[in-house]
């Protein structure tokens, strides 16, 4: 038996969830990363080095995506293009991080970071992204027929 598409079947309350968890852990990883940044950056470089700069950038940019996941939890049809653009940064974020501040030199605690932070989230956007284009649809083809 086809269930009927609405709006709300389309973009289940789940993906709705799973983006204020994501806003939720984009803020205390970005809090972490800014507030933090030499024990941050230490921790996944494995080193005693000083954090270059940039990092305390990292912190606020995640911050930045945290807003983004939040907007996209509401208005996931208004907003779902963001959805795309949040998993480009988490692929060029990730790429970025490896090539610039761990210059290619990986070990356990950067590999968790690159998956966790980065990897793990891409197909989950990518997959929300489609459906929030398909709720977007299915929500004008209800209020045209009202």
């Not at 309350?13 to 990363?33: E, T």
């Not at 950038?57 to 049809?77: D, S």
Request: net charge positive; aromatic share 20%.
């Amino acid at each position: 038996m086809n269930s009927i598409k609405t709006p709300q079947t389309i973009f289940p309350n789940w993906m709705r969830g799973f983006l204020l968890v994501s806003a939720a852990y984009n803020i205390l990883w970005g809090i972490f990363i800014g507030y933090f940044t030499e024990t941050f950056f230490q921790w996944v470089t494995e080193s005693d080095a000083t954090a270059p700069g940039i990092i305390e950038w990292q912190g606020k940019f995640v911050l930045l995506m945290a807003a983004v996941y939040l907007t996209c939890a509401i208005h996931p049809g208004r907003f779902w293009y963001l959805l795309f653009v949040a998993a480009f940064t988490k692929v060029a974020g990730g790429l970025w991080f490896y090539f610039s501040i761990l210059e290619q030199q990986v070990g356990d605690k950067a590999i968790f970071h690159l998956l966790m932070n980065d990897g793990i989230w891409v197909p989950f956007l990518v997959f929300m992204g489609f459906r929030a284009i398909a709720y977007k649809k299915a929500k004008s083809a209800v209020e045209q027929a009202a």
